[in-house]
């Protein structure tokens, strides 16, 4: 397959460069403990008949209305307590401190490829460079943390939590004397509620626009199918309940907008990067209530104007909403037309979007 032949090529390339600033980067693990209710999800998974019901489900045009749908039967009565020990990529030694999560199917390889001309792309190299340090890490059940269940573990109130943890790490261990949460898509999500509970410096907030209302075209057009069979050599080793696209194709549908990008980068991020979600995580944050009004800190919107599921695909009269949502925020900017699809960081347009993005956290003091 061409991955398998690609990653070879690759790794030997990468070590032929010279020292990139992330020289100051060190792979980590990070024992965090969680505890809060679960979901009890009323779906079952085991084939890609199954997977195409769900979709259903999920893209109804009642859904998420008072009769929805949804894949959820009610929550445990208690919080469940569980320790994961998460995968963690950490530069720099401290000060101002990007606390970064990535979206769905993919994974901390969002913030820092690894593939030959990839410096432009790079956003942790770029943050370095500015003088931050920089914590990535890939959420439960992806890449370097551990493989959870896709039903059970895999849950947004679940990320949200070891996203606080993750928060506490870099402020009691990691010597940071500011950090700003900065999302992508899913982690967008998972950033803001986070923010929501414990105090942050700022939010950035992108592939984002605060409404669910376009959900339906990515998740058709993202074309689920079951990670294990579509991919047994890559993906064998994961539950029935782990998810991924159908091909190439659709996932650029819902992750890039030409002619804005290389299609090589698409290519790579398909055949290296892409990673598979769970179940538990599309249904769990729709059930759950983000109060977007407690976020204090000043909040950054960078949106590509062509994404699928922030925006239906023209995010010019959807993201100014983000106004009415982050009412309690001390600064809220937002930006509704950059030229990029979903995957902002992965367009031609990367290098100027990282810049606004210091810009305007170096304008708040951090
Ligand atoms: C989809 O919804 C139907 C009707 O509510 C339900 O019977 C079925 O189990 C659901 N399928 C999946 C895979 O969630
Ligand atoms: C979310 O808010 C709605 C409307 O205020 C409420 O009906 C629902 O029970 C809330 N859900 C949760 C999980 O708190
Ligand atoms: C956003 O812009 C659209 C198009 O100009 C407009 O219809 C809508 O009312 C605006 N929304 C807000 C919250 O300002």
Redesign the pocket.
Known sequence: MLFNRLIPVFAAAVQALPQPASASCRDIQIPITVSTPRFILATSLKDDWDAAALSLNLTRRDFSKASDPLPISGSTAAAVKSTYTVGATLCGNGGPTLVLTHGIIESKLYWRPNFPGSEKYNFVDAAIAQGYSVLSYDRIGVGSSPKVNSFTDAQFQVEVAVLEGLVNYAKTKAHASKVALVGHSYGSYISSAAATHVAVDGLVLTGFSGTFDYFPPFIAGAGFRIAKLQNPARWGQLDSGYITSSDLYAETYVYYAAPYFEHSVAEWTYNVASEPFAVGELPSLLATNVSYSDIKAPVLVLQGQFDVSACGGNC???V??T??IFTGAKVLEYVDNLPAGHNLNFHKVAPQAFQKIFKFLKAQGV
């Open positions: 010019v009269g959807v100014n909403g106004k009415d």
